[in-house]
Nanobody
Framework: QVELVESGGGLVQAGGSLRLSCAAS????????MGWFRQTPGKEREFVGL????????RYADSVKGRFTISRDNAKNTVYLQMNSLKPEDTAVYYC?????????????????WGQGTQVTVSS
């Protein structure tokens, strides 16, 4: 069992930056790939980005590529989402998730554990 807790959400102006954190507890954090997803009311949860267990491979949705950066600190059991050049359309609840699979995936259904989410609001 793995527990994930997101933090760092808040209100920021368009063009600003925000860093989200996801703290993990339970089984060995370093053995999991980690993904970030986001969701707004009335819309399906969508993939944002992921990072592999070693932290040297990342993948991003086209909508955030070049603006968002995922990193992880396995010693602290924490994964980060650095968000720069934020846009109003980035407004959403952001979730982190852990994947035990051997193949990196952006599919929601492939992730085994989820956090409770943290709200990010970008004003225009």
């Amino acid at each position: 069992q793995v527990e994930l807790v997101e933090s760092g959400g808040g209100l920021v102006q368009a063009g600003g930056s925000l860093r989200l954190s996801c703290a993990a507890s339970g089984r060995t954090f370093s053995s999991y790939a980690m993904g970030w997803f986001r969701q707004t009311p009335g819309k399906e949860r969508e993939f944002v980005g992921l990072i592999n267990w070693g932290g040297y491979m990342t993948r991003y949705a086209d909508s955030v590529k070049g603006r968002f950066t995922i990193s992880r600190d396995n010693a602290k059991n924490t994964v980060y989402l650095q968000m720069n050049s934020l846009k109003p359309e980035d407004t959403a609840v952001y979730y982190c998730a852990a994947d035990r699979g051997v193949v990196l995936t952006s599919r929601l259904e492939d992730y085994d554990y989820w956090g409770q989410g943290t709200q990010v609001t970008v004003s225009s």
